[in-house]
Nanobody, 125 residues
Framework: QLVVSGGGSVQPGGSLRLSCAASGFTLDYYAIGWFRQAPGKEREGVACLSITDNKSYYADSVKGRFTISRDNAKRTVYLQMDSLKPEDTAVYYC????????????????????WGQGTQVTVSS
């Protein structure tokens, strides 16, 4: 089970940190992806942390503003979101799967089997 927390409302330019905590399993062998879905839009990948090459991958829309990281001891993955924009408003989800880096970097929801519940992020003045 993955439990997501940390959403909320923030003004443009602000920051939020989302957490994705694993319960009942270790994240050591899993790639972790963060996804978001805005009303009327498809779910899109924003970041993926690969375990096979230990690299992070980001969608162009968030590159340089979002940072994905993990704390294996705490079984938790984080998404630090800085310089938030109104277009970042969406429900955010984390997901886990055993993936090669070549798949992780594509950030496709269909490749991930374990999902956390969503958390709302609203960026508005």
């Amino acid at each position: 089970q993955l439990v997501v927390s940390g959403g909320g409302s923030v003004q443009p330019g602000g920051s939020l940190r989302l957490s994705c905590a694993a319960s009942g399993f270790t994240l050591d062998y899993y790639a972790i992806g963060w996804f978001r879905q805005a009303p009327g839009k498809e779910r899109e990948g924003v970041a993926c942390l690969s375990i096979t090459d230990n690299k992070s991958y980001y969608a162009d829309s968030v590159k340089g503003r979002f940072t994905i990281s993990r704390d294996n001891a705490k079984r938790t993955v984080y998404l630090q979101m800085d310089s938030l924009k109104p277009e970042d408003t969406a429900v955010y989800y984390c997901a886990a799967e055993v993936l090669f880096a070549s798949t992780c970097m594509k950030m496709r929801a269909i490749d991930f089997g374990s999902w956390g519940q969503g958390t709302q992020v609203t960026v508005s003045s």
